[in-house]
């Protein structure tokens, strides 16, 4: 089958390559790219691990083709940290102990991310709303709810960091 | 799980749309927000030659007021539907059934006109469009046509779209002053499709429902427009009485398929219920 070349910005960097039209966003971050922090889960839109930043919207990236976002800026978890310092929402994951297994992690951290430019300083029910679309099954949402109220604060605090 | 090969092509007009379809007959696909045939394709139910993707056809997207009508471009998304102010206050039934569709991503992607059009009697937009007496604006190379949401409904996936033909927008009245609105969906966790819903558009004058319309979400092979439930309330004072007899009228218009969500009897229950939701919650907001 035909590749199509396309160009897109991925963390910052700008990349150029020929896919295969059926190649999924997903696919292509992680095996074209090796930026496998973007994980895999349900395939069907469900779950949310694979959720990334496409364009300044979240969006789970098992159910978009790489060719799609030609021209797209795209954020993975690869790319919250800056300079080697943490993002404010990675720090909250740390501190409030926001993972178990850790599977769900990128994707629960990329729409933390996103949510709290979306609404930076959210209710509880605001975050469990905005979190929704990323499932957790070690039953981690109590301090999932936490580390994003944790970054929320802190990026209160330095509006700069985001 | 990777999706079948498939010619990808991504038109910037409605022209090139068209021609495209034309072009490729039934080897073609329309792709919208993919959330419903991206899965079908990774499944091998659907293995279309040829995707034609409308997300670079600016002129499907957006929400505008003309000619008296609120015309919602097919490509927006929900989110663009929730947060849209025009929406809210002219027709905020739309905004209410965006929110309760898939997740935050999912809104992110998933489309009006790409639920609209799929045919699927799951989806959430098909029954709201029925309850606001919507008009889809058709689009293909011969040109545009108009077919009532009403009439639009063949069968399961099956749709008044000829072949080469895309839906381009939905034209809806504002809603006059003093009409209520609901849609009661129930769903067993975010994301999930409904196990049955109701929309509900009523206005009262004098006392009594002097104009009133109701559909319902899977619960038959099409959305469902519950023409005897609008009959039992019609003209009359909306009491619990009227609600009881105009949810049983429901019940009787739903043919739902037994799956995971329930079988036939719970889902027609439950279809009722939602239906005795909406109404209660429209008549609150009639004032």
Same mark, same amino acid.
């Given at each position: ?16 390559? =020929? $896919? ?6 997903? +696919?292509? !971050? ?6 496998? *922090?973007?994980? &895999? ?46 993002? =404010? $929402? ?6 409030? +102990?926001? !993972? ?6 990128? *994707?629960?951290? &990329? ?52 | ?287």
């Amino acid at each position: 089958m035909a590749k199509t070349l396309i160009t897109l910005t991925v963390n910052g960097k700008k990349i150029e390559q =020929a $896919v295969e039209p059926r190649t999924l966003l997903v +696919h292509f !971050l992680r095996e074209e790219l090796n930026l496998t *922090g973007t994980h &895999i889960g349900c395939e069907t839109s469900h779950c949310g691990a694979c959720t990334v930043d496409l364009d300044g919207k979240s969006v789970k990236s098992c159910t978009v083709f790489a060719v799609q976002a030609e021209g797209s800026t795209v954020l993975t978890v690869e790319g919250l940290a800056v300079g080697g310092k943490l993002h =404010a $929402v990675q720090e909250g994951f740390t501190q409030e +102990h926001g !993972l178990q297994c850790g599977f769900c992690t990128p *994707g629960m951290m &990329i729409r933390a991310y996103r949510l709290l430019q979306e609404n930076p300083n959210p209710s509880e029910e605001e975050i469990r709303t905005g979190m929704s679309g990323n499932l957790c099954r070690c039953t981690g949402y109590q301090n999932i709810v936490k580390a994003v109220q944790h970054a929320a604060k802190k990026l209160q605090a330095t509006p700069k960091a985001a | 799980m990777i999706p079948p090969a498939f010619d990808y092509h991504a038109p910037k007009t409605l022209p090139e749309a068209a021609k495209l379809l034309a072009n490729y007959g039934d080897a073609a696909k329309i792709i919208a927000g993919g959330h419903s045939l991206l899965p079908l394709m990774k499944l091998r139910l659907a293995e279309p030659a040829h995707l034609v993707d409308l997300n670079r056809v600016n002129d499907l997207k957006g929400i505008r007021e003309e000619g008296g009508l609120i015309c919602v471009g097919a490509m927006t998304a929900e989110n663009d539907i929730i947060g849209s102010v025009l929406l809210q206050r002219k027709v905020p039934l739309l905004p209410e059934v965006a929110r309760q569709i898939g997740d935050p991503q999912v809104r992110n992607r998933g489309t009006i006109g790409g639920d609209l059009a799929h045919g699927d009697p799951a989806n959430d937009h098909p029954a709201a469009a029925i309850a606001l007496d919507a008009t889809f604006v058709l689009y293909g190379a011969k040109g545009e046509r108009t077919v009532p949401a009403a009439s639009f409904y063949l069968g399961i996936f099956a749709t008044a779209l000829e072949p080469g033909e895309l839906l381009k927008e939905v034209r809806i009245k504002p809603f006059a002053a003093g009409t209520g609105h609901a849609y009661c969906k129930l769903k067993r966790k975010t994301g999930d499709w409904a196990t049955a819903a109701a929309a509900v558009v009523l206005q009262i004058s004098g006392g009594k429902a002097s104009s009133v319309r109701i559909a319902l979400t899977n619960a038959g092979p099409t959305p469902v427009h519950a023409k005897d439930a609008e009959a039992a309330l019609l003209d009359k004072p909306i009491t619990e009485q009227t609600i009881a007899a105009a949810a049983q009228a429901a019940m009787k218009a739903c043919d739902p398929s037994e799956d995971l969500r329930g079988d036939r009897a719970y889902k027609v229950a439950m279809a009722g219920e939602m239906t005795k939701r909406a109404i209660r919650l429209a008549l609150s907001r009639c004032n």
